[in-house]
């Protein structure tokens, strides 16, 4: 495999060789929805700006310089494609299915933030704003939108709850380093929500000079809609690479589900192999029954927050609730809304997997791969780990393994009861 | 006629603007609201904007996000805030009253049950920061069915073909925020201001009024003499804040500022 464009163009003819029904990657509609989720729930003030973004983005996608510039530095800059990887004592360990893993952890910055930095980075160079703004949890998609900001000579301003803050120092400091402004945020639960309101906030107010990359498949249209197409990189590769080593599909396919990036990313070019299980795994913190967890798919009702209708974890007025996940990076009340939609239709499941579980599967996977995964991508790991024991050892499980866990070292120890000072 | 056409009729038979005045249900204090709310009208307020609490005030500056923090302390929900509204009828059949806020607690509710519990109340439309005309169209069937009034924001940033889509929309009364920003924020631009909403003017359906960025008399004032109408809001939630542990003082206070603004604006109408 050389390029992902050449990976684009064979699943691509791949697709349409099979005659495969191509309606379920037709989504959004015009407005942006997927059925009833998504839109564009934002003050006027927006409305003008998405217009223009969304045109812009419809006419840049199939432009070729653009493309051509996007692949690469997919492929130049971040290092792709990322290899998919056969975790083979792993996969003894647990007796089943082999456990392939997405490697994201290995691009630039670690983790699969990048890839949708890269092409909205490029989005605001062609539509001509010299300044950036983002949001961050875990501090991935605050470094990936600093990197991208340094390179293609932009300014950038991140927001970050103060909660997230003290729990991922290295990241703040990274940010810094690469010349971005981190503003911490003390509104509300201090936490990405209350950062992903502060940069709408931003956004509001110098509208006409800056781009706002958001940094999952959430917001408003065509927020979802464009980082869900940058991301399917990870699946396209996937799926050649599943291909190319094995002859065949995976049986299933597993991601962690913060907003819903990365699984947005691996499952959208999976959408028509209707025989491929899509799973995206929510984090159920101390337990879904103690109510302090962070998984609207699993425990959550239908509500509007942040520009799109989707499924919220919130009270019975409508007040949206505080959430909790020991990864910073899955602690959202919302989730992108074509995750919703997939929920509904029942052509993805979602799954919730504790804090214990994830710390279970984040140690197994440094002792037996050698490989240090980000938590986030620790509870999609712990899933499949469980997954494949009851299947059997002739399938195949790919697990987006999304993000690589340095950031996430100070957490760790203090579970541990080590000082690193 | 609804309460929102007969107050414009009132306000012009009188050569007068309206004075449309923000503050959030139970900031600082759920007891509080109702008796503010007349203390504004005896002291000069055309219409109320009733503020519905809710966690995530997206389009909210920092005053107003900590009048929604302070009303969320005491737990006041959608339905506590329709409540204050019914109880503000017992005395006053007149006055406008509006709820402006999110959406969710509205979805929560569901549609036809907000629309006839608010309707009930006395509540006279609704203005949602969060729906633009393209996502209110379910919405706006059941308010309508209740003879509430969908009302539609203009933005400086709003062409003029989508102006003219928000107008077909839009009903009572429509609201131009003046300014690109969150509420509280930047200064008024007078003469932007005039120009576009001249430009509205040729094809409005409704009274145009301008909010954000007017803290005083004087802004009120210039602004009223180019428009159907003033919104003050977080001129008066500085006071909430300055004033939470003092609820007479408040009042004096929110009396004062009402008062001033009134006066002003009457003199240039
Ligand atoms: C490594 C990693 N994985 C996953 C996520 C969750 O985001 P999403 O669900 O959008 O992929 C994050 C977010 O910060 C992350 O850093």
Redesign the interface.
Known sequence: MTSTVEDNRQVASEVRAAGINEALTVMPDE?GHFGPYG???????????LAELDQAYRHLKNDKNFLAEFHHDLEHYVGRPSPLYFAERLTKQMGGARIMLKREDLNHTGAHKINNCIGQALLAKYMGKPRVIAETGAGQHGVASATVAARFGLKCRVYMGSDDIARQSPNVYRMKLLGAEVVPVT??SRTL??AL?EA??DW?????DTYYIIGTVAGPHPYPMLVRDFQSVIGIEARAQCLKQFGTMPDAVVACVGGGSNAMGIFYPFLEDRDVRLIGVEPAGHGLETGQHAAPLSRG???????N?TY?M?D?????LDTYSISAGLDYPGVGPEHAWLKDIKRAEYVAVDDKQALHAFRQLNRLEGILPALESAHGLAYAMDLAATMSKDEIIIVNLSGRGDKDIPTMAKLDGISLD | MSRIADCFQRLADNHQKALVVYVVAGDPSPAVTVPLMHDMVASGASIIELGVPFTDPEAEGPVIQLAHERAMRHRVSLRDAIAMVASFREQDTVTPVVLMGYINPIEAMGYEAFAALAASAGVDGTILVNVPPEEGQVLDKALISQDLDPIYLLAPTTPEARARMVFERTRGFTYYVSVKGTTGAGNLDIDEVTRRVAGFKAYATTPIVVGFGIKDGESAAQVARVSDGAVVGTALVSLMAANEQDPVRLRAAVTELVADMRTAMDAVS
């Open positions: 407005k839109g564009q729930f934002v003050s006027e003030i927006l409305m003008t700006a509104s509300g929500k209350d309101s709408m906030r509001v107010t110098n509208v006409d009702k239908i509500g509007i927050l942040q520009g209708r919220l919130q019975s007025d409508g007040q949206v």
